[in-house]
């Protein structure tokens, strides 16, 4: 169900106050504007089944380097 602009607006906002970011007001327009496909698309990450508990991404630890 996709989420209306102002309430994706709101949630963009928040997660940058949270975060301590402040941008421009464009920059936010395009946080806007990814925000719903950015959703989705993590959401799609966390579905894949015998990956839910793994990391995200490869992880540099410069202990084993």
């Known amino acids: ?4 602009e102002s309430d994706a607006r709101a949630i963009v906002h928040q997660l ?3 975060a301590g970011l402040s ?6 327009d ?6 719903e ?5 993590l959401a799609g990450i966390y579905a894949l089944t ?9 992880v540099f630890d410069p202990r084993q380097a």
């Open 1 to 4: 169900m996709p989420v209306p």
């Open 16 to 18: 940058l106050g949270r």
């Open 23 to 28: 941008p421009l007001p464009d920059e936010v």
């Open 30 to 35: 395009q946080l806007v504007e990814a925000y």
């Open 37 to 41: 496909s950015n959703r989705e698309e």
């Open 50 to 58: 015998g990956v839910r508990y793994e990391e995200p991404a490869l």
